[in-house]
């Protein structure tokens, strides 16, 4: 679908498999900044109620922080409605609580994400990094980033955070794509005996993810140590709220990283000169990766729902309707970014909304921006730069941005000096 009612349409998963639709959030950001988007049934999944798209940066960021107005419980926070048996069962996820309930879980698990122990993960991800940089240059050829890179990277450093043992670590990926690339025709769903798609967070399709994290928890009571699921296993938290904690973590945990990483390094190979200053030195690192983070946020969208009448933007709304902010939309927002579509890796300030903003900002940001800036560290001493080998493939979902596959030539390094 094109447009309804000449209002751009930026539902359509499919739309993304191609990028964020510039041209279309540029005319929502200045014809109708908070628009109504049809639903229909698109993929296998049924058509819902339609919802307000908002664009600007200003009203995004309203919305994230007003959790009193704009919940995340009363409907969760993905943009196809749940079926109204499960949503009991999603609201026991932080993710989908408002306060005061949200803060408390919050305060819980905090504990795990100390600056201490995230900063001890850098040698890890550094040498984790050096490695599969060392194996994609040795295999030689034009090396796909993301099959020989960019996935181990990020799923390897969640499992290391977690304490998952090695063997177990296939599993997270498997329902880390169950659950992220659900709407990709690569990721045909599961189908119910009438032959409907299933939720892939429904109750069915997350307990085999639940058995697991009781059976880790168990373990890690017996056999502590210093990871993430030692301390959800041995917090106040009861049983049904540890298992959607595991459950947030390793797929949140896993696909921000997953995500931000290749799609970082594609708009490298894109802006040759903005590469070669990082490349020199002319930049600081931690600057440049937030500003690939604006311009290639990991995640594309993010549902509330009205809790009472209200207006945005002068657009009323009407208790129980949903509410759908567009990071990507807001992080190219002219009123904020001097010249959006420009990608500069200095740019400051760059009050981005890649990892939301409010009661619900990303717990694991520092884990994940720590991660990025050592893996462009480590690109950066591993070869002289990067340019594409052939187009990208995007995932189709209009929730997460994620690319598939990044076939790129890796120049030689530079010469050191003398």
Not at 7 to 16: E, G, M, S
Not at 74 to 92: H, K, M, S, V, W
Not at 104 to 114: C, N
Not at 324 to 335: K, P
Request: glycine share 8%; net charge negative.
């Amino acid at each position: 679908m094109q447009e309804s009612g000449g209002v751009p349409d930026v539902f359509d998963p499919r739309i993304y498999a191609t990028g964020i639709p510039h041209d279309r959030f540029r005319a929502l950001r200045d014809r109708a900044p908070v628009a109504r988007q049809e639903e229909p049934e698109i993929l296998g999944w049924p058509a819902g109620s339609g919802f307000w798209a908002v664009t600007r940066h200003a009203d995004v960021v309203r919305v994230l922080k007003d959790s009193a107005t704009y919940s995340s419980c009363l409907g969760a926070t993905q943009i196809r409605d749940p079926d109204p048996a499960d949503l009991p069962f999603i609201r026991r996820m932080m993710l989908n609580q408002d306060p005061p309930d949200h803060g408390r879980l919050r305060r819980l698990v905090s504990r795990a994400f100390t600056p201490g122990r995230i900063e001890r993960f850098a040698v890890t991800a550094r040498e984790r990094a050096r490695q599969l940089l060392a194996g994609a240059i040795d295999a030689g050829g034009e090396p796909d980033l993301v099959r020989a890179v960019t996935d181990d990277y990020a799923l390897l450093n969640l499992t290391d955070l977690l304490g998952v043992p090695p063997g177990d670590r296939g599993l997270l990926h498997t329902w880390t794509e169950r659950v992220i690339a659900y709407q990709d025709p690569d990721e045909p769903p599961v189908l119910d005996a009438e032959g409907r798609p299933v939720n892939p967070r429904s109750p069915a399709m997350l307990a085999e993810m639940f058995d697991y994290a009781q059976e880790l928890a168990v373990h890690k009571r017996a056999h502590p140590a210093d990871d993430v699921m030692t301390v959800l296993a041995t917090s106040e938290l009861a049983d049904a709220e540890m298992e959607m904690f595991f459950f947030l973590l390793t797929v949140a945990g896993n696909d921000t990283v997953r995500s931000a990483a290749p799609g970082g390094l594609l708009a490298l190979a894109e802006h040759q000169d903005e590469q070669r200053r990082l490349w020199t030195g002319e930049v600081d690192t931690g600057t440049a990766v937030d500003e690939l983070l604006r311009v290639h946020p990991p995640v594309l969208s993010f549902r509330r729902t009205a809790a009472h009448d209200t207006e945005l933007s002068g657009q009323r709304i009407r208790r129980g309707d949903k509410v759908v902010v567009f990071h990507a939309s807001a992080n190219h927002d002219e009123r904020v970014f001097p010249d959006p579509h420009r990608l500069d890796l200095g740019r400051t300030p760059n009050p981005h909304v890649s990892f939301g903003d409010g009661p619900h900002v990303c717990l694991g940001a520092h884990f994940a921006r720590l991660q990025l800036r050592v893996l462009h560290e480590e690109v950066r001493g591993a070869c002289g730069g990067l340019e594409l080998a052939g187009p990208p493939r995007r995932l189709v979902s209009n929730f997460i941005n994620g690319v598939k596959s990044l076939p790129v030539r890796l120049r030689e390094p530079f010469a050191p000096h003398a």
